[in-house]
Each structure stands twice: as C-alpha cells, then as structure tokens.
C-alpha cells in the first residue's frame, strides 16, 4: 500500500515537472510571436526597443537560444542601437554559425558602430579546432555523444564478433570524441562564461575604480566598442581594448 502511494506520487511529480516545461515552453513560444509581429509593426526606435525587450524577457533565467539573440540583434540594429546588437548577433553565431543572414547583419552592425575598435586575434585554440566554426553549440555536444555512443557499439561487436579490426575503430571514435569534448568545452565556457562584451552608449574609461579617476584613453568610448573584460568588481568591469589598452568601466554602460 506504502509502495503504491510512493509511486503514485513519483508519478504526479512527473507529471507536474512535464506539464510545467511544455507550460514554460508554450508561453515563450506566445511571448517570441508577439515579439516578431512588435518588430514588423514597429515604425520608430522606440517601437524598435519595444520589441527588442520583449525578446530580452525570453532570455531569462539563463534561458540560451540562437533564435531569439538573432531577432534581438535585428531589433536593436533598427533602433540604431548598434553596441546592443552586437552583443545579441555574437551571442546568436554559436548556436548559428552558418547562418549568412547573421554574418551579413552583424558585419553591418560592425560597419555603423561609431566606436568600432580593431577586432582582437583569434584564440589560440580556433586554428586547432578548425571545425569549431562549422558546427553550433548544440551540435558538438551531440557529435560527442554519438562519438562515445559509436566507440561503445563497436567494441562490444569487437568483443562479440572477436575482430580486433573493430577494437581499433572503437579507439578511433572514442579517440574524435574527445577531441571533440574539448571543443565542446570551449563552446560552453564561450556561451555561459564569456568575457566578450560591448560599450553601448558614449563612456569614460577610468584608471581605476570610480568616477574620481583619470580616464584611462584620450578619448571617450563610442557605442560599438568591442573589448573583453579581464577582472569584474561590483558595478565596474576592467576591460582590453584592442589597440588602446586597458580602462575601467561601469557596468550599465556595457552589453555583456
């Protein structure tokens, strides 16, 4: 009697988790049409950041998804507010690298931004993993699956069939599958933990924490300007700028 209860109670909490995450997944769904017939209505900037925080609000609680940073960079790219889009269009490329709308607009966004700054030398590991730029996020994670599931097949046909041919295959697949793990790796470090990040309005860089510093470069910071952060300290992150050093910033003048 104890034991049926228990199950159906497991049961019902299944249930429960199911009908939630279809529940989660319809109303973001809603929410992303919504957006797109904000965006095709939309005649002014204003209209245009309208849309573009309704696609913000589906990017919650580390909600990832190509989709909506694609449609979020397109809106900002409207309303002029061309930092932001940058941010969204390379937030978008891992999960859609061969998409040539993306490249096509974030080259654009690239080419307006007021504060474009020389692009930062690839990671080493890039020319290593000559692949990495052909498949998306999702997709390395499943070749990985499929390389270990692969090597795992094979070795038990080689201990069944008793062919040594199909151990060393299994070694060669097991082999891609780690290599390709560590390319995977990289590309969850780059999606979750990234240290990319975007001036998006005119800025002051500082010497050090706060406004009382020096500015750190001659000039302000435009919209537009690429940099990666080297050190976070509450509401001021230290950035790299490429060609012109390192400078402090606030937070709430940047994209990350």
Not at 137 to 148: H, I, Q, S
Request: glycine content about 8%; proline content about 5%; charged content about 25%.
């Amino acid at each position: 009697m104890i034991r049926a209860a228990a199950s159906l109670l497991v049961l019902f909490a299944l249930s429960f988790a199911v009908f939630a995450a279809e529940a989660e997944s319809g109303s973001r769904e809603r929410t992303f049409v919504r957006a797109l017939e904000r965006f095709d209505s939309a005649k002014t900037p204003e209209d245009y950041r309208q849309a573009a925080g309704m696609f913000e609000s589906l990017l919650e609680g580390d909600y990832q998804n190509g989709a909506v940073y694609y449609n979020l960079g397109n809106a900002y790219m409207r309303a002029g507010d061309f930092g932001k889009a940058i941010a969204a269009y390379r937030k978008a490329k891992p999960f859609r690298p061969r998409d040539p709308y993306l490249d096509a607009n974030l080259r654009q966004a690239l080419m307006l931004a007021p504060g474009k700054l020389p692009e930062a030398p690839a990671p080493w590991w890039k020319p290593v993993f000559f692949w990495s730029g052909w498949m998306s996020f999702p997709e390395k994670f499943t070749a990985v699956l499929a390389g270990f599931c692969c090597g795992a097949v094979l070795a038990a046909l080689g201990l069944l069939l008793r062919r040594k041919r199909l151990y060393w295959i299994s070694g060669v697949a097991v082999m891609i599958a780690v290599i390709l793990s560590a390319d995977a790796a990289l590309a969850y470090a780059d999606v979750y933990h990234s240290r990319r990040a975007v001036v998006v309005h005119e800025t002051i860089a500082r010497k050090g924490i706060g406004k009382q510093w020096e500015p750190a470069f001659d000039q302000a910071l435009k919209d537009g300007a690429e940099f990666t952060i080297l050190e976070r300290n509450g509401d001021w992150v230290l950035g790299h700028f490429e060609g012109i050093g390192d400078g402090w910033l606030p937070r709430e003048s940047i994209a990350e």
